[in-house]
């Protein structure tokens, strides 16, 4: 079930009316049973192997905790941690293995679906496994409240990656229907469909047929697309958190926010802080810190960083793009880093009211271009066509794109950008900043008609689906 | 301000937005939608249609229908047969047309899955088509319903397909000729035909569609039930096109002898003027595998006049 459809707002309505009609004994089992058939729109099997994760992770982190000796916990947390590591690169990566090393009759490697949504549930187990295993939460005892912290359907596909802990805590209170969250909610989602719909779907109508002939663009087409590219990728990635974040807040469950406003970070590492912000801190709880953080000398820290963005590499796909996405997002930090004095120094010199709006362009400047360097390799299938893009970004030739596409381009990104001006920093619905209400309601009603008039165009799948 | 006051604003503003929008739109497709432009058309000649030829691009493409005697096309691009159906039942009922002949298409792509599903310009097709029509149509109804429902409530979100914006260049289109194009590129130009547009990429178990077949048996007694004789075209398509089936495709469906809906014809005796392989050697009157240019069309018009004269004699 595509997010970004009206069949997604039914299903949600649904789920809100029936959730809050129900006595608070059955809510929640309702509300994992509604998770299921949620995911089950995406394979029956894709369910079960779900519930078999959940029910792995939740034995081992409660023998894990009950354990006495050192030796047992370690075990309990390796089993739950092996097997739910297992699952998932299993069936992440085996599409990856030569078919003819597995050279059994009828079988094939790329028979197995990649279970939409795995990373972003196996992440939560394996954070759920470890704060167990390091006593810093106790397992949750009931098997409903742990499944439905892992299953629930707003944040099942993409995230935001919310511990388990957090949403446990607020399962359990008692909710009654609030018409503030609700409303609050249906802004966020309503903020989410223009993102995605008007803002990243319009981008892909030139973006997408543009990068399956790439070898046809030169100079400032591929500029101009790799800029785009970087837009769409934000629009639809963060429109979709929004939709969740919504979804969830209809509900009256609070998860956190996964974009800052990117593109105005102050550096790149800031800029990772505040780019799908639940992940890094994922990496940044249980990796970057166990691994020694930056306490350990700057080649260390180095080192932990160059593993972190590995990881992450390979957490969108075994290939070589990915990899060279990590390693470029690594060296754009390295330099971050190594230049952080000398960049202070200017900083300095630009402190000066009228100067500091130079500063921040300068800054903008930069982060879009780290960043659209960077997606050259995630927006392209090949390395071949990435080196393509790399190599013909300053070379002239004639313009295939034309004026009238690049003004479009322009117009879709500066309506975006000039939306988020009223939206306050750390999340929240677009036009929160905005102070006069009949104002607010007015911007409202021509965002939804908006969302009306670009609607007829055909679905485009949401890009962190397939992650 | 209070919730309930913002609500009410806020429901208020939508109400009118819609009024305007829902206005000014029906205004302005009256003006530009193609389709209502020929059905006005239709309506207006009524009287004098002795022969209508319906069915898509092929059609419209190949044939200068003003060139023929006493014949309206109500040929449109993109137009599937089951939406012909409903077009032609309307003008038969609505607009007294009484043709004593009706030219049905039957090209190698009409019938297909491919084809049937990914049609636009819903926003004149559904005013033709009841609600309960909507569930044979495709093999997801409950998506079909949302959609039919959506543009019945807000015709304007299909603005960009009623306001004929994707047919602008419809014409520049036919002045190209496929004989300036790569053999490469006709290869894939036919390969794209066959395999995206017909095929759907991997369900070549479905090539062809149950429903639109049984819309070609509906179409035929809706003529017979106004004493039309049909008669039906085969649109005549690039060499390219045959070499990608043989080569590429292992599909015994696609052999003339096995297409479901040419066998229907057969057994319904209906007379067939076949130009499949008629001009499968002259890329100069294509401009791509499967439609032929402005040149190809008048050419085409006069082979097409002579044979149907001769067919209609004896018919």
Redesign the interface.
């Known amino acids: 079930m595509n997010f970004a459809s009206f069949p997604y707002l039914c299903f949600l309505l649904a789920s809100v009316l029936l959730y809050f009609t129900l006595g608070k004994n059955l809510r929640n089992f309702f509300l994992l049973l509604t998770s299921y058939i949620f995911y089950s729109f995406f394979g029956f099997g894709f369910v079960a192997l779900m519930i078999f994760t959940t029910i792995i992770t939740f034995i081992c982190a409660r023998y894990c905790y009950k354990a006495e000796t050192k030796n047992a916990q370690l075990g309990f947390f390796l089993t739950g941690l092996l097997l739910d590591l297992v699952v998932f690169i299993l069936f992440k990566y085996v599409h990856i293995i030569d078919v003819d090393i597995m050279n059994w009759p009828g079988w094939s490697a790329q028979k197995l679906l990649i279970p939409v949504g795995i990373s972003f549930y196996t992440f939560k187990t394996v954070g759920y496994c470890i704060d167990v295993y390091k006593r810093k939460y106790e397992p949750e005892p009931f098997l409903l409240y742990y499944a439905l912290s892992v299953s629930f359907f707003p944040q099942l596909i993409a995230g935001p990656i919310e511990k388990s802990h957090n949403i446990i805590g607020q399962l359990k209170e008692n909710r009654n229907f609030n018409a503030e969250n609700f409303i609050e909610g249906g802004k966020l989602i309503l903020w989410g469909f223009f993102k995605k719909i008007a803002i990243a779907d319009t981008l892909a109508l030139i973006i997408n047929p543009a990068y399956s002939n790439i070898e046809k663009f030169t100079g400032l087409d591929l500029i101009i697309l790799s800029i785009a590219f970087i837009y769409q990728v934000y629009a639809d990635f963060s429109g979709y958190s929004d939709i969740a974040i919504g979804s969830a807040k209809c509900l009256g469950i609070k998860l956190p926010f996964n974009f800052n406003k990117p593109f105005f970070s102050k550096n790149c590492r800031e800029f990772w802080l505040r780019w799908h912000a639940t992940l890094s801190t994922w990496f940044k709880e249980y990796i970057y810190i166990p691994l020694g953080g930056n306490k350990k000398g700057k080649m260390r820290t180095f080192l932990n960083l160059f593993i972190i963005f590995l990881i992450s590499g390979i957490w969108h796909g075994i290939t070589f793009n990915y990899i060279c996405f990590a390693i470029l997002s690594f060296a754009w930090v390295l330099i971050d880093l190594i230049t952080e004095g000398s960049r202070l120094k200017l900083v300095n010199k630009f402190r000066s009211a009228t100067r500091w709006y130079l500063l921040k362009i300068m800054s903008y400047v930069a982060i879009i271009i780290m960043f659209a360097s960077v997606c050259v390799f995630f927006r392209t299938e090949t390395m071949n066509d990435a080196i393509y893009i790399f190599r013909h970004l300053f070379t002239s030739g004639e313009a295939k794109l034309g004026i009238v596409k690049y003004l479009f381009i322009a117009g879709t990104i500066l309506v975006l950008e000039f939306m988020q001006m009223f939206q306050a920093s750390g999340g929240g619905h677009c036009f929160e900043l905005m102070k006069n209400p009949y104002t607010r309601i007015f911007a409202y009603v021509t965002v939804l008609f908006i969302l009306l008039l670009v609607s007829a165009r055909p679905d485009v799948t949401f890009q962190y689906f397939q992650f | 301000?209070p919730?309930k006051n913002?609500i009410v604003?806020?429901l208020i503003?939508?109400i009118i937005?819609?009024l305007i929008?829902y206005v000014v739109f029906y205004r302005v497709a009256e003006k530009e939608n193609p389709l209502l432009q020929q059905m006005a058309a239709c309506k207006k000649n009524s009287k004098v249609i002795k022969i209508l030829l319906i069915g898509d691009s092929h059609a419209e493409r190949s044939i200068n229908a003003p060139g023929l005697d006493s014949t309206f096309s109500l040929a449109f691009y993109g137009e599937n047969n089951m939406f012909t159906y409903f077009k032609l039942k309307y003008c038969l009922e609505n607009y007294q047309v009484r043709p004593k002949y009706v030219l049905l298409q039957c090209d190698l792509s009409t019938y297909t899955k491919g084809f049937n599903y990914f049609r636009t310009n819903n926003f004149f097709y559904y005013s033709l088509v009841g609600i309960s029509d909507i569930r044979e149509m495709r093999d997801e109804p409950?998506?079909e319903y949302?959609r039919y429902l959506?543009i019945k409530l807000?015709p304007?979100?299909?603005?960009?397909?009623a306001l004929n914006l994707a047919g602008k260049n419809r014409q520049k289109k036919g002045e190209a000729t496929f004989t300036e194009r790569s053999t490469e590129e006709k290869t894939a130009n036919a390969r794209n035909f066959m395999q995206n547009e017909l095929m759907c990429s991997d369900k070549r178990e479905n090539l062809f569609f149950t429903t639109s077949i049984n819309y070609l048996k509906k179409t035929i007694v809706l003529c017979k039930e106004y004493n039309i004789k049909p008669v039906v075209i085969k649109y005549p398509l690039m060499q390219q096109v045959f070499d990608v089936i043989k080569n590429e495709i292992d599909s015994t469906a696609l052999q003339i002898n096995n297409r479901p809906p040419e066998m229907l014809i057969r057994n319904l005796h209906i007379p067939v003027l076949d130009f499949e392989y008629f001009y499968a050697q002259r890329p100069d009157l294509f401009f791509d595998c499967h439609h032929l240019n402005n040149a190809g069309k008048l050419a085409f018009t006069r082979v097409f006049k002579h044979k149907l004269d001769s067919l209609l004699r004896s018919y």
């Open positions: 301000m919730l913002k604003i806020f503003l939508c937005t819609h929008l409950v998506s949302y959506k807000f304007y979100s299909d603005w960009q397909y």
